[in-house]
């Protein structure tokens, strides 16, 4: 015997209930309306905030510049004669040769933000390998300085950079001050991201 339709719906409950208490619409969540009404470009729409719908086009942004810095860096690198390091073996070799003097491995880690020393320490290692970087010592402590070789990488990836990079700066129609602009907001960012990691370990 069927049982009468008694025209009631069933309440959803847990996830399906959030969804559909939600004020945002499937389409909000994929594409996100900003301020204007304008879309956003995001690549994770569901982590988009109301409240700042903005940052997550800063993040996209910050991810797709990271990786083609990456790529930048490697394929400069290689273009001025050295073809066999990662991204993290020419940021190392860049700290190392700064201003010519002994650095330790905590400082390069500290300048570079790098938490885990273990990596930058493997870098040093391939770097003292391949004839780029020295080590002394003073008492138990390492110190780390570029070779006559690595000084030379160091400056024929300038020229490169200078070349393929520098050159074609301003047809963004960006100014050097807004550039300097950019990177103090950058850095102020990346301290905003920094305490929100630490509260996120703590939670």
Known sequence: MTRPN????????GAAAAMSDSPTTR???VSPTLPGGGRGIVNSAHLVSTKSPELSEFEFGLIIAAHGFQRWMTRCMAAAGI????????LVLHTVNHRARLKKLADICFVLNIEDSHTVAYSLKKLQKGGLVSTARKGKEAL???TPAGEAACLAYRD?????LIDSLHSLGLSNQEIGDLAQRLRALSGLYDQAARAATSL
Do not use: F
């Open 160 to 164: 490169v950079r200078e070349r393929c």
């Open 83 to 90: 073809g066999d390091l990662g991204q993290l073996d020419v």
């Open 6 to 13: 008694t025209g009631s719906k069933v309440a959803p409950s």
């Open 27 to 29: 389409e909000d969540r």
């Open 144 to 146: 780390y300085a570029t």
